[in-house]
C-alpha cells in the first residue's frame, strides 16, 4: 500500500518545476579566463573586481575537488560542461531600466513572489523587501527607496559593485575568502549576482529582506554571493528561498554567503531550500554546495541561522559562524529532510574566539525513502574563549528502513573553562503514533505531516511567520507518501 | 451498530481470535473479559483495523458498511473510536492542534464546513471539565509527560469532542487509582445515549461497578465462551480464571 501511494505523489510533487520559456544571453559552456573576462566586461565590472575573480580563478586551478569526507555520492562534474552566465535578454521596448520583463514577472508571481511593492502576495505581508535572482541576473529589487530613506542598502551584488565599491572592496571576502574551499573559490572566480545589504549604525531595519534565487535556463550553474554586513547596534531579518525547473541534468549551485555583525549588532537569516531534488530514481536534481558563513566581529553581537532543507539532490553546506566578539551569541537551527535518493551533509561550524560566546545548535534530520541524510557540526572552543558555552542537539527521524541518517559531531576544546553540552537522538516515525492518529481520524499524510510538524517544532518556530507557514507545507509535501 | 461473524484474525502468522461472533446494538454497553493473552487487545486492534493484524476469515458489519474494507481513519471518521491501553505520545503536537485536525477532517468527512475557532474553544472547555481534565493539559503536546491516569482520561476527553457512535474501551482501567477510575466512568456514563455503543474491555470487575455492562462476555483463547449478565462478571471476580481455563482448555478449536 505505501508504495503506491509513494510513487503517486513524487512525480507530482515538486510544484515548483516549470519553465519560463524566455529569450536569454547564455555563455557557452565552458571555463577559463576568457569566460571570466566576457563576464566582468557584461557587468561593466571594474578593473579590480576583474582581478579579484582572476585571483581567485587561479587558485582554484590548483585546488581539488572535495571527496571523500563528505557523506554523499555523486559523479564527477564537468565544470566545462557548465556555462556560467545565463541571462534574460532586455526587450528593447520597455520604458525604464526599472521595468521588468512582464514573462518575469509571471514567473515570480507564480513562485508566490510578488515584484510590485503595492500588491500583497498570498498570505504573505507586503512588509518584505524582494531581491529577484533569475539564473544569472538580478532583475528587480523592491522597496529600495523605502529602505534607503533608513539609510539601509538593499540591491544586487552588481549595483553595489558599482554604487557601493568602497563597502565590497571592505567585506567580501572577509569571511569567506577566495581561497577558503573549492567552492568558494570557483564562486569567487563566476559569481553572477547575488544580494547586499548594509544596515547603518543604530538602524533597526524597518522590513524583512530577502533574495529569491530561481534557474530557469538548462545547461547551467548557479553561483550568487550575498553579502550581509549589519554595523554597530543594527538589526536585520533576511530571507532567502530558492527553486528550479523539474530536468533529468543534475545543476550545480554554488553561492556564497558572508554576513558582518558589528559590536552590538544582531543578524538572523532564515532559509527555505527548495531546490528542486531529482526524481524517485535520482535522476536530476540540484547539486546544493554551499559555504555560508558569518562573522561576530563585535562585541555583544548575534548571529542566528535557521534552514529548511527540502530540496536538491545533493546538500553540502554548513552555514557557520565565527563568535570573534566578548558576549557574542552564535545560533543554528536546522531541519534537513531527504527523501527518495536525496543526500544531505549539513550541519554547522561554532568557532568561539571571544570570551563569554555562546552556541547553540538544533539539528533535525528526517530521512525517508533510500535517502542520506548527515548531520555534520564543529564546535570549537580557541584558547583564551573563557566562558565559551555550547549546546549541541541533533535529532534524526526515520521514516522507512531503506534510509539512513548519521551524526558526526567535532569537538575542539582548548580552553578549560568551556562547557560543551551534546546530545543526539535517534527514532523512528512510530507506527504506533501513525496509528493512533488515524485512529482519530486523520488519513497517513496529515498523520505524518503532523508527527512531523511537532518533531521540527523548535526550528520551525525560530522563522518568521510567513516563512514559518510556508516551510510547514513545504515538510508535509516532501515527505507524501513516505509512510505507507 | 456492530456485527461480528466468525471473525478469526492472525499477528505474523499465529492465530489469535479465533472465531469471534458479536452483536453489538445501539444504546447497549458490552463488557468483555478475559485472562491475559485471551485476545482481548487483538479484538480491539482488529476492529480498529491495525496494521500487523490479518484477518483470515468472517466479517464485520459496521452500521451497514464492511468495516473490514475501510482504512483506520475512515473507520474512524464513520463513527468508531478506541480509547488505547496505552495512548501514545506526540512531542510538539499540542493536544487542542491534534484534537481540532481529527474534528475537522471528521466534519470534512460528513460534508461539513470546519469548526470556528471559538465554538472549537468552547466545546473543549465544556468537555474538559467532563473529565476533570486540566486546562493546561489541553494545550500541552499530545500525551507528552502526561501521568498514567491523565492519559487515559485524555482518552476519554478526546472520545468526548470526536463524539464517536461505537467506543472501544481496551483496559481503560489498568493504571488507574481510585478516583481516576471514578472520574473517567464518570465520563463514560454522562456521554451515554440510546444511539451510542459500548465495547469495554477489561481483566477486572472494579470498572464494571461504575459502567454497568448490559451484557459481559469471556474471552478465552481467541473466542467468546460464556456471555451472560452482569452477573456473569460478579461470578467471574468470584471464581477466578482458572475455573474458565479449566473448563475450556481442551475445547477444540
Known amino acids: ?484 | 451498530m456492530i456485527t461480528i461473524k466468525n471473525l478469526h484474525a492472525s499477528v505474523d502468522g499465529k492465530e489469535i481470535l479465533r472465531g469471534i461472533n458479536l452483536e453489538v446494538k445501539a444504546g447497549e454497553i458490552h463488557a468483555i473479559m478475559g485472562p491475559n493473552g485471551s485476545g482481548k487487545s487483538t479484538l480491539s486492534n482488529v476492529l480498529a483495523g491495525k496494521q500487523d493484524y490479518e484477518v483470515t476469515e468472517g466479517e464485520v458489519t459496521f452500521n451497514g458498511k464492511n468495516l473490514l474494507d475501510m482504512e483506520p481513519d475512515v473507520r474512524a471518521k464513520e463513527g468508531l473510536f478506541l480509547a488505547f491501553q496505552y495512548p501514545v505520545e506526540i512531542p510538539g503536537v499540542s493536544n487542542i492542534n491534534f484534537l481540532k485536525t481529527a474534528l475537522n477532517e471528521k466534519r470534512t468527512y460528513e460534508g461539513k464546513s470546519s469548526m470556528e475557532a471559538k465554538d472549537f474553544l468552547a466545546l473543549v472547555k465544556e468537555k474538559q471539565k467532563l473529565v476533570e481534565l486540566d486546562g493546561k493539559l489541553a494545550n500541552r503536546s499530545v500525551n507528552e509527560g502526561f501521568s498514567g491516569g491523565e492519559k487515559k482520561r485524555n482518552e476519554i476527553f478526546q472520545m468526548a469532542m470526536l463524539d464517536p457512535k461505537l467506543c472501544i474501551l481496551d483496559e481503560t482501567d489498568s493504571g488507574l487509582d481510585i478516583d481516576a477510575l471514578r472520574v473517567v466512568a464518570n465520563g463514560v456514563n454522562t456521554l451515554k445515549t440510546k444511539d451510542k455503543a459500548y465495547i469495554v474491555i477489561t481483566h477486572y470487575q472494579r470498572l464494571l461497578d461504575h459502567i454497568v455492562p448490559d451484557f459481559v462476555h469471556i474471552l478465552y483463547n481467541g473466542r467468546i465462551v460464556k456471555s451472560g449478565t452482569k452477573e456473569l462478571a460478579l461470578e467471574l471476580e468470584a471464581k477466578g480464571y482458572d475455573e474458565i481455563k479449566k473448563e475450556f482448555e481442551n475445547t477444540p478449536v
Open chain 1, 1 to 484: 500500500m505505501g508504495n503506491e501511494i509513494l510513487e503517486q505523489h513524487i512525480q507530482s510533487d515538486y510544484k515548483w518545476g516549470f519553465i519560463t520559456d524566455i529569450d536569454t544571453e547564455t555563455f557557452a559552456p565552458g571555463l577559463n579566463e576568457n569566460v571570466i573576462h566576457a563576464l566582468s566586461k557584461k557587468k561593466n565590472e571594474p578593473e579590480w573586481m576583474l582581478e579579484y575573480r582572476l585571483k581567485a580563478y587561479k587558485a582554484w586551478l590548483t585546488m581539488k575537488e572535495p571527496d571523500h569526507w563528505a557523506h554523499v555520492h555523486y559523479p564527477k562534474i564537468d565544470f566545462n560542461n557548465i556555462s556560467y552566465y545565463s541571462a534574460p535578454k532586455k526587450k528593447t521596448e520597455l520604458a525604464s531600466l526599472d521595468e521588468v520583463d512582464p514573462e518575469l514577472l509571471k514567473t515570480f508571481e507564480k513562485l508566490g513572489i510578488s515584484l510590485e511593492e503595492q500588491k500583497r502576495l498570498t498570505g504573505v505581508s507586503s512588509n518584505i523587501a524582494v531581491d529577484a535572482v533569475f539564473d544569472s541576473v538580478s532583475v528587480k529589487t523592491t522597496f529600495r527607496e523605502t529602505l534607503l530613506e533608513k539609510g539601509v542598502i538593499f540591491c544586487s551584488f552588481s549595483e553595489a559593485v558599482q554604487e557601493h565599491p568602497e563597502l565590497i572592496k571592505k567585506y567580501m571576502g572577509m569571511v569567506v575568502p577566495p581561497t577558503d574551499n573549492y567552492y568558494a573559490a570557483l564562486n569567487a572566480a563566476v559569481f553572477s549576482d547575488g544580494s547586499f545589504c548594509y544596515i547603518p549604525k543604530g538602524v533597526r531595519c524597518p522590513m524583512e529582506l530577502s533574495t529569491y534565487f530561481r534557474i530557469n535556463a538548462s545547461g547551467t550553474g548557479q553561483f550568487e554571493r550575498t553579502l550581509i554586513v549589519a554595523d554597530e547596534g543594527s538589526y536585520v531579518s533576511y530571507l532567502e528561498g530558492c527553486t528550479a525547473p523539474q530536468r533529468d541534468e543534475n545543476q550545480l549551485h554554488a553561492a556564497v554567503v558572508e554576513i558582518i555583525a558589528h559590536k552590538d549588532a544582531e543578524v538572523k537569516y532564515s532559509t527555505v531550500q527548495n531546490w528542486y531534488p531529482g526524481d524517485k530514481d535520482g535522476k536530476g536534481g540540484i547539486y546544493n554546495f554551499v559555504t555560508k558563513r558569518g562573522i561576530c566581529s563585535g562585541d555583544n553581537s548575534k548571529i542566528s541561522w535557521t534552514q529548511v532543507e527540502t530540496g536538491s539532490a545533493i546538500t553540502w553546506k554548513y552555514p557557520s559562524v565565527i563568535l570573534k566578539g566578548n558576549n557574542s551569541i552564535g545560533e543554528f537551527y536546522s531541519v534537513a529532510v531527504t527523501n527518495n535518493k536525496q543526500e544531505a551533509d549539513t550541519g554547522t561550524k561554532m568557532i568561539h574566539i571571544g570570551k563569554n560566546t555562546r552556541s547553540t545548535i538544533i539539528s533535525k534530520g528526517i530521512s525517508a525513502g533510500f535517502s542520506n541524510n548527515s548531520y555534520r557540526g564543529l564546535v570549537q572552543i580557541r584558547k583564551g574563549a573563557t566562558n565559551a558555552r555550547n549546546f549541541s542537539q541533533c535529532d534524526s527521524l526515520l521514516m522507512g528502513d531503506k534510509c539512513g541518517a548519521h551524526t558526526f559531531p567535532y569537538i575542539e576544546i582548548k580552553d578549560k573553562t568551556a562547557i560543551v553540552e551534546h546530545e543526539a537522538t535517534t527514532s523512528k516515525i512510530g507506527e504506533d503514533q501513525l496509528f493512533y492518529c488515524k485512529q482519530r481520524g486523520l488519513d497517513t499524510e496529515k498523520a505524518v505531516g503532523l508527527i512531523v510538524n511537532g518533531y521540527c517544532k523548535e526550528v520551525l518556530n525560530k522563522l518568521p511567520m510567513e516563512f514559518a507557514v510556508e516551510a510547514q507545507k513545504l515538510l508535509a509535501v516532501s515527505l507524501e507518501g513516505s509512510v505507507g
